[in-house]
């Protein structure tokens, strides 16, 4: 059997002030336990820039306006992964410069290492890092599976359009309390 990783993707206190789902937390805590409990890595992917943001041009539509923007301590509260799903000693966290987990990151190295094969996504937002990451996930030939219930977006139409109509060409789809049991 292939060796699976969770990936908690983007669960940045900024990120998630921004949805209103409240069981959102307690279910991506239980994801996170349950990988725990089955002894899989479990990786956390979070947005981060240097001071300035050096990485990102101006005329980039999401995270333009932070170019040149000095960070201060309040942007590293803002930035930390939220406490519900705070990382252990044995978990990674990677930093990416993109929407995509991949994109910037050394996740892709750090999964070969470990000999992951299969992933399984979580995070905010659905139509942002979710999908960016589960193309490129394919594209490098990882299995996959999507917790549809640990995954959010803005919009709750595409949320739905994501998770049952696209993401089943590429990655088995899920709700948490389904994967836990599996």
Request: charged residues 25%; negative net charge; aromatic residues 4%.
């Amino acid at each position: 059997m292939p060796k699976h990783a969770l990936l908690v993707m983007d669960v940045q206190n900024v990120i998630v002030e921004r949805y209103a789902d409240p069981g959102y937390i307690d279910r991506l805590r239980q994801a996170v336990e349950a990988a725990r409990a089955k002894g899989m890595p479990v990786i956390h992917a979070v947005v981060g820039f240097r001071p300035g943001a050096p990485e990102v041009h101006p005329r980039n539509r999401m995270f333009g306006g932070l170019a040149g923007r000095p960070g201060g301590p309040a942007d590293q509260e803002a930035n930390r992964i939220h406490e519900a799903v705070t990382p252990r000693p044995q978990d990674v966290v990677v930093t990416k410069r993109r929407v995509s987990a991949f994109a910037g990151s050394d996740l892709d190295m750090v999964l070969r290492a470990a000999g992951v094969e299969h992933l399984v996504l979580s995070g905010l937002a659905t139509s942002g890092v979710v999908l960016s990451t589960l193309r490129q996930a394919a594209d490098l030939d990882y299995g996959l599976t999507v917790l549809s219930d640990a995954c959010q977006d803005a919009d709750a139409e595409v949320h739905r359009v994501l998770t049952e109509k696209v993401f089943p060409h590429q990655a088995d789809v899920m709700t948490v309390a389904q994967w836990s049991e599996s």
